[in-house]
C-alpha cells in the first residue's frame, strides 16, 4: 500500500489584492468554499511545508482572497505570487466513499471484467460535469469519465490488489 501525502495542493497565488498583504488564490479545491474554510495553508520549502496562519479568506466568485498572519504589506504578498499552497490532509473534509486526486495518480487501471491492467491513471481533468479520468497505456492516453458506469471499484489494497476497475466500452481505448 502506497504511503499517503500528508499535504495536498490546495491552490496557487494568482495575484495581489489592495495594498495590506492580501492575495487572490486559484482553487484546487472541490469548491473555493473548501479553500476559504482552511484555519492554516503551507508553503513547500524543500522537503519541510511552512505554516501560514489565514487571517481572514473569502470567495469572490471562483477564487480565495486570503490574508495570512505576518504578511501585511504589499511586498509581502507580491513574494507568494505563483506560489503552490498545501493544505494539512486532515484539515481538508472527504465525504464517505471519495477520494483525493492525488491518491488515485498512479494507480493502475484495470479491466475488471478481464483481470487485464489497462494504463495508468495519469491525471484528472475537470471539464464538466464529471471529472475525468486520463489514463496511459504505454505510448498512448485515453479518457475515461469518472461515473459509476464505468468506474466501478477504487482500491487501495486491503481487499483486493490496489487499482482502479473500470469497465471500458468499446472504442475507449482507441486513440
Do not use: W
Not at 88 to 107: I, Y
Not at 131 to 142: E, K
Amino acid at each position: 500500500m502506497r504511503e499517503k501525502q500528508a499535504y495536498l495542493e490546495c491552490g496557487q497565488v494568482v495575484n495581489t489584492h489592495g495594498v495590506k498583504g492580501a492575495v487572490r488564490i486559484a482553487n484546487r479545491c472541490d469548491s473555493p468554499a473548501v479553500l476559504a474554510s482552511l484555519p492554516a495553508m503551507y508553503l513547500r520549502e524543500g522537503d519541510s511545508y511552512r505554516a501560514m496562519p489565514v487571517l481572514h479568506a473569502s470567495v469572490q466568485k471562483n477564487m480565495v482572497l486570503a490574508s495570512f498572519a505576518g504578511v501585511d504589506t504589499l511586498e509581502g504578498a507580491v513574494a507568494l505570487r505563483d506560489k503552490i499552497l498545501y493544505a494539512r490532509r486532515e484539515d481538508l473534509p472527504l465525504p464517505k466513499g471519495s477520494h483525493f486526486v492525488a491518491d488515485l495518480l498512479g494507480l493502475p487501471v484495470i479491466d475488471a471484467d478481464r483481470g487485464e491492467v489497462c494504463g495508468v491513471l495519469e491525471d484528472v481533468t475537470f471539464p464538466g460535469a464529471h471529472p475525468v479520468y486520463v489514463v496511459r497505456d504505454g505510448a498512448h492516453t485515453f479518457m475515461i469519465p469518472a461515473v459509476p458506469a464505468f468506474i466501478l471499484e477504487i482500491s487501495f489494497g486491503e481487499e483486493k490488489p490496489e487499482g482502479i476497475y473500470v469497465r471500458l466500452i468499446e472504442g475507449m481505448r482507441e486513440v
